[in-house]
């Protein structure tokens, strides 16, 4: 596979440069979403970028074994085109998410809400990447056994844990405060992935059924009136489609 | 294996005390870093603390299977005790590295350099994370496998991207500007890793040959003067001989 490896941001630029293009005029800054036309890893990004009324459009993968032009040689990338022109690319799933997040105000009020929010959003970006991992994208002669053990482990604790601290932040539909955060984007779209898995329907049924706490956070997400617009466009339908369609033949 | 599920912060305080419990004289906090005595997910928490030259001691699990009182039901769990006396834990590795690095100088200067740092600090902590997924706790009858698929894939790609984007930094052994930063402590870390792991010699050799750029980093960190106190002592023998032994049964 052709690899060309792209710079971050431009060559010419100091990092103190770049800082200032970035900080300056935030909002009118523009963003592409380069990714496949599936949900998986491009979810919860282009949930925030339609929550936060940004100006963006997906750049779509369509060749699925492309000529590579990352900087990391992975995708998803997200371009930034900065309010005075320059052009920067953040890479990484964590870093883009974060980044987003703040943009939007989606990482609380204050340094302590943003530590929890960040804290539930990593613990279930980890039960995603674990299921994906060992689950998803491993050997098709261990996956029952690997699916198994998640039912038996994984998924139980994931529940319990997040079902305690959303009745200690009083069962309202989010993890922190009273205000949609990260942190419930990540676990409402964890559950629309695991939606279109081998098993999916019993993964889901278990929260469902497991957690009305966690539930209301999904509803709540769901309900949320600036997802609305996005999650009803055609690109978005496909992209569920298209994902469902792929891990109907997941495995190695 | 009975789980108490613990508070992050005391009950009774908001999250704006919290915040202000954290961030009045944050050099007089001290910590303690609960977690096996073993290197692994450890090692990096450490090295910062050490290198801070913080207040803190390592809260060791004896027992291998013990009632677990924590957050998420895993370790590690960094206790936080503030200057004013406030008890908080922070849970997620990712989390406690962002915080601590960020307590220590260790994520740059300005924004686009803490941006550019937490890029390559997920790029080296998510091969880490793939490896141990994929191959070092999967089951043994495909653990050959997926660690060659590792060898042809993923580790050329991570030696490739990373090496072209130390050469643009002046190939000067660290990822961002001219001084030690989070991604430089995680790729260290991630080779020591690598070291103790099944074919652990091989993975380091393809580093080493492989990448001049990647390996001065690693011979950065190791000489760092404020690490070799923490480097020398008997603790860290210990948990990194531990490792090894962990790792010569990996697989399940």
Redesign the interface.
Known sequence: MP?T?T???P?NLS??E??KS??TDRQSASYKFEYFAVSGFGAVPRDLLSFGGAQWEDLLITNWSPDVKA????FPVLHIKTADGQEIR??????IE??LAKQFGLL??????E??I??FY??SL?LR??LS??VTW??K??QE??LEKFFEKELP??I??HT??LK?NGSNGHY??NKLSLADLMTANSIDHFKCLYKGDEIVDKIKQGSPEIWKVKETVDSEPRLQTWRQSEAYKKQVSNSQLMYAHSGI
């Open positions: 690899l490896i710079r971050f941001a060559e990092s103190a770049v800082t970035l900080t900087p990391f040689g992975v953040l890479a990484e799933v964590i870093v974060h980044y609380g009020e204050n340094e302590w809400e530590l929890q960040k804290t990593s613990s980890y990447e674990r991992m060992r491993n050997y002669e261990v056994k690997a604790v994931w319990e844990t305690k601290h200690d922190v405060g």
